[in-house]
């Protein structure tokens, strides 16, 4: 299984890392891929991915909740390591977020267009973040309709006439993780119309833990959870799950190939 979005560098796992790496193997997780947050979290997830090569794979973005006055700047600093002869496998983590704050909501747009751009120019797929911005991200991404774009619209958890609206973009796979499991989740209905050929596995590390660890720290080794969760609702064995999603993870970052 491949967990395509975890944020395996960040404080919560400095402690221990080795030891969550190991679960992450013993569950039966063979890559995980790690998306960028800002300038600051580069150079340790470039670090981490350097000691465990083979395994762990960074993006290169920056997140639209961290889009702030110096965003220029910090684009200008990203691309130039783009340019260099890099090590990521996606553009990520970039998109529009105006569920916390709307203040740059105009600086949020113009980040994504341009690291759309990276996108297209670099041949990368694209991990997108979106969040109370269903609207303006499908006008975005509308106007790229020309390129051959792909990638994942991560931490999906929206309506079937949503999943509809993105799944429109052929490139593009849904990034099902631990929200599946919540009770009251109304994503299992919508799930059951999506084909699994449409879906990539992920954690989002540590944030949204599977039930029963809800609340908890997430890691990459509860992707065993998301994908056993999947099982039940298609009504298959859960290696058919661990397979195809895994196919299309690896069609889609042939970077990390
Ligand atoms: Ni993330």
Redesign the pocket.
């Known amino acids: 299984m491949i967990d395509t979005?975890s944020?395996l560098y960040v404080e919560e796992f400095s402690e221990d890392i080795d030891a969550v790496l190991e679960r992450a193997r013993s569950a039966g997780v063979s890559k995980v891929f790690l998306?960028n947050?800002n300038k600051d979290s580069l150079v340790p997830m470039l670090d981490l991915c350097a000691a465990h090569r083979g395994f762990l794979y960074p993006m290169i973005g920056l997140?639209p909740t961290d889009v702030a006055s110096d965003y220029t700047e910090v684009l200008d600093y990203m691309e130039a390591q783009l340019q260099e002869n890099h090590p990521f496998v996606a553009v990520g983590?970039v998109g529009l977020d105006f569920y916390w704050d709307k203040t740059f909501s105009r600086e949020q747009q113009d980040a994504f267009v341009r690291q759309i751009e990276w996108a297209v120019m670099y041949e990368l797929p694209l991990m997108v973040?979106v969040r109370e911005a269903h609207k303006e991200l499908l006008h975005i991404m509308d106007s790229f309709l020309h390129e051959s774009l792909t990638g994942v619209f991560?931490?999906f958890s929206g309506t079937m006439e949503e999943a509809r609206q993105l799944l429109a973009y052929e490139g593009f796979m849904l990034g099902i993780n631990g929200v599946a499991t919540f009770k009251k989740s109304g994503l299992p209905n919508v799930l059951q119309q999506i084909p699994l050929e449409r879906i990539v596995l992920e954690t989002?590390s540590p944030?949204l833990a599977p039930v029963p660890y809800r609340g908890k720290r997430n890691e990459s080794a509860y992707l065993a959870l998301v994908a056993s969760k999947l099982a039940e609702l298609y009504q298959i064995p859960v290696e058919t799950v661990a397979a195809r999603t895994t196919k299309n993870a690896s069609d889609l970052f042939k970077r990390a190939n």
Do not use: A, L, S, V
């Open positions: 979005h944020h998306p947050i997140h983590e973040h991560h931490c989002d944030y």
